[in-house]
């Protein structure tokens, strides 16, 4: 596989970019320091963050396709590259929840950390012009954006992870407040995860002192950011 060529650049997102190679079936994703906040509104640099978020999410992908779950992982090929699967990913932020944080916190009026009885999903649409909005079910069906068949695979596979992550986590002291996720369509049609699994993705708790070990440090001017990030993954590898 590390014999897959590295050709010219097809996307670039806030923290990655993609790269076509020269088979069809493959893509290199490029992993960036750069961090965005706010939908773009506040940038800046996390040194190191993207070796570890390559690192990190490409253990995650391991981990879960050890588990029955289907990734576009398929090999590290340095610090920042790893070579994927060719996905189209569907344009949604698949978001699941355990513990309320964040924009669930602010639109619902609940205390960030406040415990939710059971597993939240909740969708947005990739949409940078519109600032993600929400989306429901019927609104995706109806648009085009994924079929009924599609999203049952997408809503399992989002369970999934959640059961997954949140066991592993729980075994490193961290508690998985909640995270988002993508899903990508092979050219069978088959809905895998693709994207990243990471601080900037995720957000994790210390168990004991609840402590902001994710992007979160970063998003609100917390301080000790790439230390947080150095945690995290320092706690995986010791696993
Ligand atoms: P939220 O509470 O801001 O909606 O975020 C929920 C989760 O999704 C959190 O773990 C951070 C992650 N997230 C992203 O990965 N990308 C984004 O653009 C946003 C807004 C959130």
Known sequence: ???????????????????????????????????????????????????INNKMSN??????????????????????ETVVKAVKIVPLEIIIRNVAAGSFSKRYGVEEGTALKCPTLEFSLKNDELNDPLINDSHIIALGVA???????????????????KEF??????KLIDFKIEAGRLSNGEIILADEI?????????????????????????GGVEEAYQEIFKRINSK
């Open 1 to 51: 596989m590390s014999s897959v060529k590295k050709l010219e650049q097809v996307y670039e997102g806030k923290a990655k970019k993609v790269f076509k190679t020269d088979s069809p079936d493959y893509y290199i994703v490029e992993y960036k320091d750069d961090a965005t906040a706010f939908n773009g509104l506040k940038h800046g640099t996390i040194s190191g963050k993207g070796v």
């Open 169 to 174: 986590f729980a075994g490193i002291g961290v």
């Open 59 to 80: 253990a995650m992908f391991a981990l879960l396709e050890k588990n029955g779950v289907k990734t576009h992982f398929v090999e590290q090929l340095s610090d920042r």
């Open 198 to 222: 990471s601080p900037d993705t995720c957000r994790f708790w210390d168990a004991k002192t609840n402590e902001k070990l994710d992007k979160d440090r970063f998003r609100r001017d917390l």
């Open 147 to 165: 079929t009924e068949k599609e999203l049952d695979s997408i809503k399992k596979l989002a369970y999934k992870v959640n059961d997954v992550l």
